[in-house]
């Protein structure tokens, strides 16, 4: 179910910008966002851990996209630069309340996240 309000995306040339935001309820510690295509396995694009402003990046995306706090507590923004036809999927954002320096590695599963956004389309044409 949607427990997290999440807002941007939409279509852009390869090389265009999005920004993408989500904010959340209660004691939040750690969110990020996991992507997912039509046929492809999901990954994490990027996380942040608010606790010392840890941060994990995929190696895709890494150089291209930010991620940082937004400017209200338990929010989140993810700026994203030099879109590629690749970058499409839906981009579902995830928080945790667990106080977890971890949360912000890859190995740290969506299973771990129990707060979820409803998903918003990034599309990319060439």
């Known amino acids: 179910r949607v427990q997290l309000v999440e807002s941007g995306g939409g279509s852009v040339q390869a090389g265009g910008s999005l920004r993408l935001s989500c904010a959340a309820s209660g004691s939040i510690n750690c969110m990020g966002y996991?992507?997912?295509?039509?046929?492809?396995?999901g990954s994490w694009v990027a996380k942040i851990y608010f606790g010392g402003d840890i941060k994990y990046y995929a190696?895709?995306?890494?150089?291209r996209f930010t991620i940082s706090q937004g400017n209200a507590k338990n929010a989140l923004s993810l700026q994203m630069n030099s879109l590629k036809p690749e970058d499409t999927a839906v981009y579902y954002c995830?928080?945790?309340?667990?106080?977890?320096?971890?949360?912000?590695?890859?190995?740290?599963?969506?299973?771990?996240?129990?707060?979820w956004g409803q998903g918003t389309q990034v599309t990319v044409s060439s």
């Open positions: 996991f992507r997912q295509a039509p046929g492809k396995e």
């Open positions: 995830a928080a945790t309340g667990g106080p977890y320096v971890r949360c912000a590695v890859d190995s740290y599963g969506p299973s771990r996240f129990g707060t």
């Open positions: 190696d895709s995306v890494r150089g």
